[in-house]
DNA sequence: TATTGTTATACTCTATAACTATA
DNA sequence: TATAGTTATAGAGTATAACAATA
């Protein structure tokens, strides 16, 4: 699986920049996550770019086809970012057309979301160019590793201690 | 390990809202990796909001400590960034006394870049902030999956297909 | 008082385009 | 022509503070 029978070869950043000596930069765990997550996140904005979506604006659609009429806090909660930060890309997503907003008649404070037959087209596409993204940048990794680093990424964020 | 001898519970993202319908977008690889990655930064930023640096910029000061003297492009290639990128994390740590900006004089369009007092002081506290942050982190995990998480990582980091 | 949404503002990280100076 | 650095600008994603409307 790693190659031949001899000691397994460690295959570090070091070797991308043989020249630069890394005092155990390529120790924190963080600064591959952050590597790893920019790789992912800048490919998906090429391939979404086209269809004039970025990644967050997609999974914002993807959650409210599945939840019509789901509230911005309901989103702010799952994402585990603040509410002014989802009502950014809803509104961008209104302005858009990808996306309507009715105010609830139990709850006059609250609105609920529903997709445009627009938006349903967009986030047709947008699955499929996330599929296609997924697989491609995951090919390397076997199906055991690929549920592990789904597992281990969970437990980080499941196990991560309160704010503050 | 996972606790009682039933079938192994599973922990999804599903049991943090569960009256949302994810609708299988907790099956997209991105959203974890980005998930993760916000925890580790936004945690990070707020233990070195007193040294006045952001994690990127204590990633430069790291390598420059240990490589007195680099150049822009160096850190460009390591971080796989654009040079205009790392120049305004240079201006940063410039403007604010950790770094300064050696003309090479063998060749006098590239500078060389070096830590000031200051800047070494600043980089052994981060060092010890990011100490912290990853212990506190990651102590949910055992070794194994640690180790596994860095591989992982690596590989994705490392198959990735060229842009474009 | 508490919740929902909104507006204004700002910060971090990243990119592209276009420029200067040097090799 | 190619490389190193710089400047200007923009965009994605995030946050906090303060406010209005509603419950």
Not at 12 to 39: A, K, M, Y
Not at 56 to 79: E, H
């Amino acid at each position: 699986m790693e190659g031949p029978s001899v000691a397994t070869a460690e295959i570090t950043r070091q070797s991308v920049v043989p020249e630069l000596d890394l005092d155990d930069l390529d120790s924190v765990l963080g600064l591959h996550i952050g590597t790893v997550n920019t790789l992912f996140v800048s490919r998906l904005e090429k391939r979404l770019d086209p269809l004039s979506v970025t990644p967050k604006q997609v999974a914002i659609l993807w959650l409210v086809n599945a939840n019509p009429g789901v509230k911005q806090t309901d989103l702010s909660r799952f994402f585990q970012i603040e509410r002014p930060t989802v009502h950014q890309f809803v509104r961008q997503l209104i302005k858009n057309g990808f996306l309507i907003n009715e105010p609830s008649k139990l709850d006059r404070r609250a609105g609920g979301l529903w997709l445009t037959d627009e938006g349903r087209e967009v986030l047709t596409k947008s699955r499929q160019a996330i599929a296609e993204h997924e697989e491609q940048l995951t090919t390397a990794l076997t199906a055991r590793e690929k549920s592990e680093l789904f597992r281990i990424l969970m437990k980080l964020y499941l196990s991560a201690p309160a704010k503050d």
